[in-house]
């Protein structure tokens, strides 16, 4: 079954022969000192989060077994595998089952877990009554694993393979980041995300604050540790720098690799520089210990390679039709030819990457066969292993079983609340190219649906393109599709595009209750260019209409929602009536998440018109519901909206610092990221010296004229911060003209207007003017204050005024009857320059 090769034979011989004795005993542990020390310092002293990362092979397990070894007190430990089934917290369930014996008294919140640990139901509380919401539902369930967590300590929690772990584990980790359990360390271990590629534990761990989670990144060994390793496993005292050297070439220091080099070397004996000594690759190293093996024990091998690390005896003795004792003799000579260790709780591979040898020489045709008969045999398990048999069907080349159990498998993740993983079972099947186009048309609107909230979007994107480039697809699909792809565009960050789809999508939506909503994010005035405020009016009212034929509170709510979102933008006061009478309504109550993101709409509203008093209780609002619902997608956006606040406020210390780390860990809500770097280039722009304060209201007197900005210039100001300035706010105005996002995009011309006033009038100028042009094409006159005044300056340090009066008499007219307070006070500092 396993096809044996070729030796490869090395050059390199050595003057003199080196004789290692046979290895006795483990290979010995060596190096990882700083990190040893590290992980020791930071787990005395809980609470604690710490993410190991590295190469596959580089010694992550075998760095926290030293740790784990030396560390008193209470382990939990959970390990992920490579073919996860749609289940949330399985990794943290199968922890949390090691220490159940020691549960004390629990949280009633804990309840919640007890369908999901039926063995424990007898130390779990109540199940609580169930939840309308199920993103309030996944956030109880998050509560009940802290609440158990916290139960268990003082403990350590350690995770292994968190490069595998579903969606619900890593919403968790990223929880307890910012909601710490007292006296738990939690030490997670992970590969290194690759460069273009990422995991879902990277992304939910982007998503939370620089200082919540420590990462230790484990490196190759150096030259001096691959010495001392090969010196204790070869029982020499000094071996040749030669050997060192071609160890550390052939190896790369990779540490697994190194170790199964050398202990081939110590068990076979021989000159390990001579041409006739073991390869120095693991591949080579593997065939070796494979050479006494009979064909049986090879075919054994070979399966148990196709089955997993830890691979089942009676699923293997069904696969191969073999009796139990055949499989365990099998097993056990692998056992002691090397290849599987005995980890406590059976024999398993030592590592992944000695699986994936072993599978890689089973004969291609082999391989497909042994998937086959493993999904055949996984059938009759109940129940269905789905996400396991759309693994082996798919590797078995078999496109229609594999697609029928992947959207089981998407179908009982999403069931269960997890968006992500159903996306990526979803994703997996649009590979398939015989795919009639109904199930293709029908798995894309999962697709879509699910990856919304997931972290697919950048691979579902170009899905939902391609269908919708079909012009035989349905009427139907083509609005859902298409309503999919326009939000998924715009959470990119892709404002023109993601509104333009959505446009697009609204004449083929026929159910009331999905044209709402889609209507309703049409509604918005401040995110896209050239739609006028009229146009937004009237979707908002078509939006209403659609809201009262479905009969759907939801679809009601997020109407709603929009409309006093748009009002408030206009300066309709009548906004406020609409906003008290929401946050006062059990409908948005028991929509703890759409409460949230209420909130911060509104306050950023508030802060476009000019009430802070407003902004800062919504924001208020808005923050304690997100660390109430543990909803970390909308962490940054708290941050951004509360910063933007500060800057209004003009509480400028360390702001700059803030809004540059904000910019750094905000690339998962890239709309955030943009107005986020907006802020920033205008608060680089004050710091640079120019009086400019970001609003004419919060400005103070001395930036007001040219002699009051030069002396602070003079005084202050630096030719390189303003060049920095200049860079931020020109990189702002490019990416906002590039997406068409309209606030950000004002906002920077007009910061970069003042920037330029001393130096470039001419230029300053122009930038207010197409500022001014593109809010006139919205319609929101109140959002060109900051450009109008920018306007009245530059004319009236000319001595000629009048070149800016039909600009400051366009905002007089365009703010009229508005409640817009800021856009007033600079129509009354226009009115110094420019007087009526």
């Not at 490869?8 to 990882?32: A, D, H, N, Q």
């Not at 148990?304 to 056990?332: E, F, K, N």
């Not at 979007?457 to 309503?483: M, N, S, T």
């Not at 709409?601 to 902004?615: F, I, K, M, S, V």
């Amino acid at each position: 079954m396993i096809d044996g090769g070729e030796d490869k034979k090395r050059g390199g011989g050595s003057p003199t022969p080196v004789r290692p004795e046979r290895l006795r005993g483990p290979v010995e542990f060596v190096g990882r000192a700083a990190e040893l020390a590290q992980l020791r310092r930071l787990v005395a002293t809980p609470p604690c989060l710490i993410l190991l990362e590295g190469e596959p092979g580089i010694g992550k397990s075998r760095l926290v077994a030293e740790l784990l070894a030396e560390l008193p007190g209470r382990h939990l430990v959970g390990e992920c595998d490579d073919v996860p089934e749609p289940f949330p917290l399985g990794v943290l369930l199968d922890a949390i089952r090691g220490g159940a014996d020691r549960l004390g008294p629990l949280n009633p919140v804990a309840g919640a877990l007890a369908p999901l640990l039926p063995e424990l139901a007898d130390v779990l509380p109540d199940v609580p009554p169930s939840l309308t919401d199920p993103a309030a539902e996944r956030h109880r369930l998050l509560r009940a694993v802290a609440a158990v967590l916290a139960a268990l300590s003082p403990a350590t929690l350690l995770l292994e393979d968190l490069h595998w772990a579903d969606p619900a584990t890593c919403e968790l980790l990223a929880y307890l980041s910012t909601h710490p359990v007292e006296g738990l360390a939690v030490v997670l271990t992970a590969r290194t995300a690759t460069p273009g590629s990422s995991t879902p534990i990277h992304d939910a761990l982007a998503r939370t604050p620089p200082w919540s989670v420590t990462r230790v990144a484990l490196g190759p060994l150096d030259a001096a540790d691959v010495r001392r390793l090969a010196a204790r496993t070869l029982r020499l005292d000094d071996p040749p720098q030669q050997l060192t050297a071609t160890l550390l070439d052939r190896t790369a220091g990779i540490p697994f690799v190194v170790e199964e080099v050398l202990r081939t070397l110590a068990e076979r004996g021989g000159d390990p520089l001579a041409d006739d000594s073991v390869p120095f690759v693991l591949r080579d190293v593997l065939l070796w210990r494979l050479r006494p093996l009979d064909e049986a024990t090879r075919e054994v091998l070979g399966a148990a390679a196709v089955l997993g690390m830890t691979p089942d005896q009676r699923i293997l003795a069904s696969v191969l039709s073999l009796d139990r004792v055949a499989i365990r003799a099998a097993l056990t000579a692998a056992h002691r030819a090397g290849l599987l260790h005995d980890a406590g709780d059976g024999l398993r591979f030592r590592h992944d990457l000695a699986r994936q040898v072993v599978y890689d020489l089973v004969p291609r045709e082999s391989r497909e066969w042994l998937h086959l008969r493993v999904a055949r045999v996984l059938e009759q398990e109940l129940p269905r292993p789905v996400a396991q048999l759309a693994h082996h069907y798919r590797r078995a080349g078999s496109g229609a079983d594999f697609v029928r159990n992947a959207e089981a498998a998407a179908d009982l993740a999403t069931e269960r609340g997890d968006d992500a993983t159903a996306a990526s079972f979803l994703l997996q099947t649009m590979d398939i190219a015989e795919l009639p186009r109904p199930v293709r048309v029908r798995l894309a609107a999962k697709l879509g649906r699910s990856a919304i909230d997931g972290l697919s979007q950048a691979e579902a994107i170009p899905v939902l393109e391609r269908l919708l480039a079909d012009r035989r697809l349905p009427p139907g699909a083509r609005g859902e599709l298409g309503l999919v792809l326009g939000r998924m565009l715009r959470q990119q960050g892709e404002a023109l595009r993601g509104y333009t789809e959505i446009e697009r999508a609204v004449p083929y939506l026929r159910a009331p209750r999905r044209k709402a909503p889609a209507l309703a994010v049409l509604a918005a005035p401040d995110t896209v260019v050239g739609r006028h405020v009229d146009d937004h009016l009237a979707r908002c009212a078509e939006a209403e209409t659609a809201a009262a034929a479905s009969g759907d509170p939801a679809a009601h709510l997020a109407v709603r929602i929009a409309r006093a979102s748009l009002l408030l933008e206009l300066g309709d006061p009548a906004a406020w009536a609409i906003i008290s009478e929401l946050r006062a309504s059990a409908d948005l109550a028991d929509r703890p998440r759409e409460h949230a993101r209420a909130c911060l709409n509104w306050a950023q509203g508030a802060l476009h018109a000019g009430h802070p008093e407003q902004a800062e209780a919504l924001l208020a609002a808005g923050r304690a519901l997100v660390d109430e619902t543990g909803y970390e997608r909308l962490a940054s956006l708290v941050e951004a909206t509360e910063l933007s606040l500060d800057r209004a406020a003009g509480r400028l210390d360390g702001l700059a610092e803030r809004l540059g780390r904000l910019v750094a860990n905000a690339e998962r809500m890239p709309v955030t990221l943009l107005d986020a770097r907006a802020e920033l280039a205008t608060v680089l722009a004050l710091v640079a010296g120019t009086g400019h304060g970001g609003t004419a209201a919060g400005r103070n007197e001395r930036g007001g004229t040219a002699e009051g900005r030069n002396t602070l210039r003079s005084t202050a100001g630096r030719r390189d911060d303003v060049e920095a300035a200049e860079r931020a706010l020109r990189d702002v105005v490019a990416d906002a003209r590039r997406v068409g996002a309209i606030w950000p995009l004002v906002q920077a011309l007009s910061a970069l207007a003042r920037l330029l006033l001393v130096d470039r009038p001419d230029e300053a100028v122009r930038h207010a003017a197409e500022a001014l042009s593109l809010v006139r094409g919205k319609g929101v006159l109140a959002w060109a204050a900051e450009a109008v005044l920018v306007l009245a300056e530059a004319a009236a340090a000319t001595g000629e005024p009048a070149r800016a009066a039909s600009a400051v008499a366009e905002l007089e007219a365009g703010i009229a009857g508005r409640e817009a307070p800021l856009a007033l006070a600079a129509l009354r500092r226009c009115r110094e320059f420019v007087p009526a």
